[in-house]
């Protein structure tokens, strides 16, 4: 059972990203190397946040401390890379063969979210999927069987939600509206934090909540890329 539970659990994480990346961003050279970028800076984030946790002894075994900070140098990150795609806008539109990706502005940003979000799923998952190969068990150090398609389906979550939080954060910042950045920088927080609760073994009420974020949220950026009921019922019924 180890195998089909390993390909399982990678399917549920990155099948729909995986999905996303085939079909919105492989075809394109300018997007592929700016997913590669935001990931990378999204890296930078994680050393510096690491650094600081090795600096600061006595908190070290405060689990929440590293979180909050975590998610704090990551969007510092999303900022700087906003800010960098905003300059570098009229060298992208010289060398895209697409040029919708400078035309449209929510392009930039929903594709460095999802290079936010498949690095950081893949850090969140990539340990636990090495566990799952085997040798059998039903949950690590003798823990419930759910801690895996848990874990699977959060790193999912967190995937989706970078890439909304990413639309949301550019637009909010082109048009001055600084209460979506603060949803932005609290909804990761919560999200992070309320992850903490797996420890206790509470993954219902860890998921209900974040797919109730995820949602709102993917609602909102679709509020924000300038979707409307309409717009998604032509989308539906394929017109």
């Known amino acids: ?117 498949i690095i950081s799923g893949m850090f969140a998952l990539v340990n636990v999927l090495a566990d799952m190969t085997g040798p059998g068990t039903m949950g690590l150090e003798g823990g419930t069987e759910l801690f895996f398609i848990t874990s699977a389906a959060q790193a999912l979550s967190i995937i989706l939600l970078h890439t909304f939080w990413s639309v949301i954060f550019f637009n909010a910042f082109d048009t001055n509206n600084y209460l979506h950045v603060g949803y932005v920088v609290g909804s990761h927080l919560f999200v992070s934090l309320i992850t903490l609760l797996n420890a206790s073994e509470l993954y219902t009420a860890t998921l209900l909540i974040n797919y109730a974020i995820t949602i709102f949220t993917g609602v909102l950026a679709f509020r924000v890329a300038g979707g409307t009921s309409r717009s998604f019922k032509k989308f539906i019924t394929c017109q």
């Not at 970028?37 to 510096?48: N, P, T």
């Not at 979180?67 to 905003?86: A, G, N």
């Open 1 to 117: 059972m180890t195998l089909p539970e390993f390909f399982g659990c990678t399917f549920i994480a990155f099948g729909p990203p995986f999905s996303l990346f085939v079909f919105t961003i492989a075809n394109d050279p300018v997007r592929i190397i700016i997913l590669i970028a935001a990931a990378f800076f999204w890296l930078l984030s994680l050393l510096l946040s690491s650094l600081l946790w090795f600096a600061m002894i006595p908190l070290r075994d405060v689990l929440a401390f590293g979180v909050v900070f975590s998610v704090l140098f990551q969007e510092c990150f999303r900022y700087i890379i906003y800010k960098i795609l905003r300059s570098t806008e009229q060298g992208l539109h010289a060398v895209a063969e697409d040029t919708r990706v400078t035309d449209n502005k929510h392009i930039l940003a929903y594709v460095s979210g999802l290079g936010f979000g």
